[in-house]
């Protein structure tokens, strides 16, 4: 029986335990540059008996237009990488293992986060009518410009620099967010994407930027060290549900069978909310894929443990247990009560409700 707390080779990547430390927001990356604090937080969750067998690192931009809330990290630059580093080597010494996830935000963003104070970019002209978080707190996004065709090629180019630039900073791989209404989500959807260039349209067309990155980085880092993020009917960031989402997530299956990724990381449900949100059929998804399956949203012990063991997930990841419980792993496997987490630290600030949770004695 595949055990919770026994290791597993996905892709490339040898883990320890097949807990993974979801993708979290933070706030807490002055001017984009992860910080020292960032790698003590992410160090804390690391061991490979008490914490995460993977860390997948919270949503990092791969270029300035990619940018959609105050202070989250980037890694386009330099500076950046050499940020990262201090990231990955605190996370390689503790001996666990950490992707860091390439965000671009699409239209979920706002003038003041955009270079030269332009409109944000996406699939279509019009507005996400959500909010976003920016130096001035909680503001509406602001309404985006569609992408010329002729852009596309230097977003693909983005993602797959991102990626080189993600193993230069010692990273063990790269998760693409695919998910939660961000740019490669406001192409795939028919509720949003309304383009009628070969990017917009039928299914192949809207999952064609999705494929493109996918193959790009691929070719760049190998499959073996790629894994791709999707919710295929959260409402998060202003999405509403695709027509067909089964057909759509369907044909991105047979699409990304050939690049053999390490692995799928499926949102069941709404982000962080209701599991049973919209009628969507995962397992079918899970059988069309061969790498790793990874599983995410209010995952409990027994539910993270039957999954496993069932055969229904190889990966369980959790976001807010890892939050408040740097030793996650091992109050799960001991069933041990979890800390209270502090909603009031989420975003922005220092220590306080970051590195402060703490561990068993
Ligand atoms: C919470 C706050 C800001 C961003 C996501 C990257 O939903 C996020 C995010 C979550 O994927």
Not at 11 to 32: E, I, W
Not at 122 to 128: G, K, L, M, N
Not at 232 to 240: E, H, K, M, R, W
């Amino acid at each position: 029986m595949p055990h919770l707390y026994e290791p597993l080779l996905v892709g490339s990547m040898p883990l320890a335990n097949r807990v993974v430390m979801a993708p979290l927001t933070r706030d807490r990356a002055p001017g984009q540059v992860p910080t020292a604090l960032m790698a003590e937080y992410y160090a804390q969750r690391a061991d490979p008996l008490t914490g995460a067998g993977l860390i997948v690192s919270e949503a990092t931009q791969i270029c300035p237009e990619g940018q959609g809330y105050f202070d989250t990290p980037g890694i386009h630059s330099d500076e950046q990488v050499a940020g990262w580093r201090r990231v990955t080597e605190a996370v390689h010494a503790r001996g666990g293992r950490i992707v860091v996830q390439l965000w671009h935000v699409g239209r979920i963003s706002h003038t003041s986060l955009q270079p030269g104070g332009v409109a944000p970019v996406s699939s279509t002209a019009r507005s996400s009518g959500t909010k976003t978080f920016t130096a001035q707190g909680f503001e509406d996004t602001s309404a985006p410009r569609a992408l010329r065709s002729d852009e596309i090629p230097g977003v693909v180019q983005a993602y797959r620099r991102a990626a080189e630039r993600a193993i230069e900073a010692g990273f063990d791989g790269v998760e693409v967010h695919g998910a939660n209404g961000y740019l490669i989500d406001q192409f795939l959807r028919d509720s949003i994407n309304d383009r009628s260039d070969t990017y917009g349209g039928p299914i192949e067309n809207r999952a064609r930027l999705l494929v493109e990155v996918m193959a790009a980085i691929v070719a760049a880092i190998g499959g073996g060290r790629t894994g791709l993020r999707l919710s295929p009917v959260t409402p998060s960031n202003g999405a509403p549900p695709d027509s067909d989402p089964q057909a759509l997530m369907g044909h991105v299956m047979t699409e990304l069978k050939p690049l053999k990724l390490a692995y799928l990381h499926v949102i069941e449900g709404q982000t962080g909310g209701a599991r049973d949100v919209a009628p969507f059929d995962y397992e079918a998804m899970h059988r069309a894929f061969d790498g790793a399956w990874m599983v995410n949203n209010g995952y409990t012990k027994p539910m993270a443990e039957q999954a496993v063991a069932g055969g229904d997930a190889d990966l369980v990841a959790f976001g807010r247990g890892f939050i408040a419980n740097p030793d996650l792993t091992r109050r799960l496997r001991e069933g041990s009560p979890w800390n209270t987490l502090n909603r009031d630290t989420l975003y922005g600030g220092g220590a306080e409700g970051y590195t402060d949770y703490p561990a068993l004695a």
